[in-house]
């Protein structure tokens, strides 16, 4: 037997009241594992508009119907339902100015509007994050293999020298059997002196130079670091990323340095039209994303975009198989007047709303700040209300061997209403016994120690009583930016709205 749910929009529309919100599962999110959404686990650690968060629960679901694929000036593309909340500001078009809001608020995906020259559209918002960790010294006896070998150093220090190394390891280093490596041009005298000096003063070990033609191979001798940097700044062009402990480290510095040793690496500097740029080009997601969060954390905007998708080229007079191509460019000299930069955010325009079909799962994520980032742009987690009971039920009616339609899943008086076609009156039974369980869960955040039905002026819910109370002041679905604004219009007019 199988459950189908039937795609009609309304349908679909009545799902977002039990938290249905999602995205697609290759979504990356950034944080301490950076992974797609569909391998998140509980309690992993990811980055929300506060900074570091933690993930409590992780859902999927099948999808059919619309996705909305949303990109920002500068920003990678990413999909979500319809009815998704982003965290947005007003970008309104007066008097042949742009006027751009103050306050953020959540708007559902399907009401977001393109920002154009002379029209009144919406802005995305970078985070600006400011929790950081603080740590100087990293344990590097977790690599060693075995009991028995001599250490010449069981930590790692960081600082400003070495933190350029792991940038400058992260742009052209590799591992080997010995040590770590740095494939350069013979005339890049500069970066060779600099990884001999910073080799024998900060880690203790001597560097081994090979020339072969044009190439020149600088090898720092250290079987612990041959291990050690690629678990921290990954191994292969495409996996390399920013250590967790560089990206949110407390000193700036270290961020800086080695932003500047990747881009001596890997980067350019190009003049267009007047206009210097600073610019790098990666296979790796992972790196140019979190590349693009660390240079709004300098209050520094710069644009991300796919240069180069993955196919077969021609390398040598070989056939190869690439991989996609990401660009980052920052602008020097040139003010972006549609961008703007406050202490918390970066607020960049939305270019483009496309609706794609999509057939299969989606997924979504609860977390401790109710938030987490799509290609750097806040979006709103999932809250559980009635998910977890809607999803019991459908395995439940799996069981039978009945073949069940779903016509209409809603809330009506407080309770659950799960309305279907070709059941049996087995299947019936169940949906009823489910449908009365609705009564003691919480529809907003799925608790039931306190839940019960509750009425506010004709109308009914089954709330516990946090949500209860919320509901009843008027601040059930508000968020804090408009809470904000609520208690801040209070405070200066004394009216409440």
């Not at 600088?218 to 700044?233: V, Y």
């Not at 270290?254 to 190009?270: A, E, H, N, P, R």
Request: glycine share 6%; hydrophobic share 35%.
């Amino acid at each position: 037997m199988s459950v189908h749910i039937n795609p009609d929009p309304t349908l679909q529309n009545n799902l977002m009241s039990f938290g249905w919100e999602c995205t697609i599962p290759n979504s990356l999110i950034l944080g301490i594992q950076n992974k797609n959404i569909s391998e998140i686990e509980n309690n992993a650690d990811i980055i929300g508009i506060s900074g570091i968060t933690s993930v409590s629960e992780c859902f999927n679901r099948f999808y059919s119907g619309k996705l909305l694929e949303i990109r920002g000036e500068g920003m990678l593309p990413f999909f979500v339902t319809p009815e998704h909340p982003v965290l947005v500001m007003n970008n309104i078009q007066q008097n042949n100015k742009t006027v751009i809001g103050d306050i953020p608020f959540w708007c559902k995906a399907e009401n977001l509007l393109e920002k154009h020259s002379h029209k009144t559209g919406h802005s995305l918002i970078i985070p600006r994050n400011k929790l950081f960790i603080d740590i100087s010294l990293l344990d590097l006896q977790i690599f060693r293999k075995g009991p028995k070998g001599r250490m010449s150093a069981t930590e790692f220090p960081l600082n400003e020298n070495t933190a350029w190394i792991l940038g400058l390891y992260t742009a052209e280093g590799s591992p080997n059997d010995v040590g770590i490596q740095f494939s350069l041009h013979k005339k890049e005298i500069f970066l060779i002196n600099k990884i001999k000096e910073i080799s024998k003063k900060e880690l203790k070990h001597s560097v081994y130079l090979r020339t072969k033609e044009n190439c020149t191979i600088a090898n720092i001798s250290s079987k612990i670091l041959s291990r050690a940097f690629p678990f921290w700044c990954g191994k292969g062009a495409k996996n390399k990323k920013i250590p967790d402990f560089v990206l949110f480290n407390k000193d700036e510095k270290i961020l800086k340095s080695f932003i500047d040793g990747y881009f001596l690496g890997d980067g350019c500097i190009t003049i267009s039209k007047g206009t210097k740029n600073r610019s790098a080009v990666t296979t790796s997601k992972i790196l140019a994303l979190q590349l693009q969060l660390s240079f709004a954390r300098m209050g520094i905007f710069s644009h991300v975009y796919l240069s180069k998708k993955a196919g077969i080229e021609k390398i040598l007079g070989r056939y190869c198989k690439t991989n996609n191509k990401y660009s980052i460019l920052i602008n020097l000299n040139l003010k972006r007047t549609f961008i703007k930069i406050t202490d918390s955010f970066i607020i960049v325009p939305i270019r483009k709303i496309k609706k794609v079909d999509y057939f299969g799962n989606v997924y979504n994520i609860k977390t401790n700040d109710n938030t987490y980032l799509l290609s750097n742009a806040v979006v709103h987690n999932c809250d559980k209300g009635w998910h977890p009971l809607i999803q019991e039920l459908i395995d439940e009616l799996n069981k039978l061997p009945d073949e069940i339609e779903v016509l209409q899943v809603k809330e009506k008086y407080a309770g659950l209403r799960f309305y279907v076609s070709g059941a049996s009156e087995k299947a019936y039974k169940i949906i009823s016994l489910y449908e009365n369980y609705s009564y003691h869960i919480c529809e907003y955040c799925g608790k039931f120690w306190t839940a019960k039905e509750r009425v506010n002026h004709g109308w009914y819910k089954t709330l516990c009583d946090k949500h209860t109370k919320k509901w009843l002041d008027g601040t059930l679905y508000e968020s804090k930016w408009k809470k904000f604004w609520r208690l801040l219009f209070y405070k200066l007019t004394g009216k409440y709205r």
